[in-house]
């Protein structure tokens, strides 16, 4: 897709849109699973707790996994379940030769009674299952460059910038955030050969951010502050990619001030409709991938 064909803010930014490609990719994953004869490929997501967003989440990802033609299972258990229960869910799942990926939903209830092992959990998970890329075993294969399953909102970004026709070879990225969910391994895959951008993981201890982020071609927002990022930080041109979610009295907004920098941008995430839509797309591709890492089904 070129930027003649996409949609632009008032400011004249691309938008970089998740919800439209997300159902590209929900189509393409469909044909794939037709092409090979619609083999029962199987997600299997484990959800504690009544937490609504987490529920809401959730339930998304096995609509669209629907669609994609993939077949999914939902493993509810409530708040009190507790780690040995949980533990049991996910060691079954991970035995069971017809699941082919296991997605524990994220954060586990939090309270003292009970206190869950969330680190515990994903050690259960094999690394040919781990379709949200979180478990040793997946950070290493990608720290490696070795073939595995790679977190989904990571590769959502990388999908972003490949779709939009975003260049990455040899430009200056800036990541905020260093978690292990986004920033961290979103790092390693903007620096891996074949994107080979050169990348700074900026974070609280790293000075003056806004200095970082004026030198980038691409800024991404992963610290799950509001609004943050404002017009300031933007060089004019950039892209802009916004992967965090803070809740504040006017609603979930994102690490972007969006209204400012969509007048400073080149390219700019919507929130919502950016990276979240992604995600789940690709949490559905990592489990097609899932499948074929296990040898599941030889004509997919």
Not at 23 to 28: A, H, K, Q
Not at 113 to 141: F, H, N, Q
């Amino acid at each position: 897709m070129t930027s003649s064909d996409s949609a632009r803010t008032p400011g004249g930014a691309v938008v970089l849109d998740g919800n439209r490609l997300r159902d590209e990719i929900v189509v393409r994953l469909a044909a794939d699973v037709a092409a090979a004869g619609s083999p029962p490929v199987c997600l299997a997501t484990v959800l504690v707790g009544d937490d609504g967003p987490s529920q809401r989440y959730v339930r998304n990802k096995h609509v669209q996994a629907a669609k994609a033609g993939l077949q999914s299972r939902n493993e509810i258990l409530p708040a009190s379940a507790g780690q040995a229960q949980v533990e049991d869910v996910v060691g079954r799942l991970a035995a069971d030769p017809t699941v082919h990926g296991i997605l524990v939903q994220s954060p586990l209830p939090a309270g003292d009674d009970p206190r869950y092992d969330e680190e515990a959990v994903l050690r259960l998970i094999p690394g040919d299952k781990d379709v949200d890329g979180l478990t040793t075993e997946s950070m290493g294969r990608l720290m490696r460059g070795l073939p595995g399953l790679v977190g989904c909102t990571p590769l959502g970004v990388l999908r972003l910038l490949e779709r939009y026709d975003i260049p990455t070879a040899g430009r200056r990225a800036v990541v905020i955030g260093r978690s292990m969910l986004v920033g961290l391994p979103l790092t390693v895959l903007l620096a891996r050969k074949g994107i080979d951008a050169t990348v700074t993981l900026a974070h609280s201890r790293s000075g003056d951010v806004t200095a970082l982020c004026r030198e980038a071609d691409i800024v991404v927002g992963a610290a799950g502050v509001a609004r943050m990022i404002t017009a300031s930080h933007v060089k004019p041109g950039a892209t802009v990619i916004d992967v965090g979610i803070s809740r504040t009295e006017a609603g979930i907004v994102g690490d972007v001030d969006f209204d400012a920098v969509q007048a400073v941008a080149g390219a700019i995430t919507p929130m919502p409709g950016g990276t979240g839509p992604m995600t789940i797309a690709c949490l559905l591709e990592n489990t097609l991938t899932a499948a074929r890492l296990q040898g599941a089904f030889p004509g997919l």
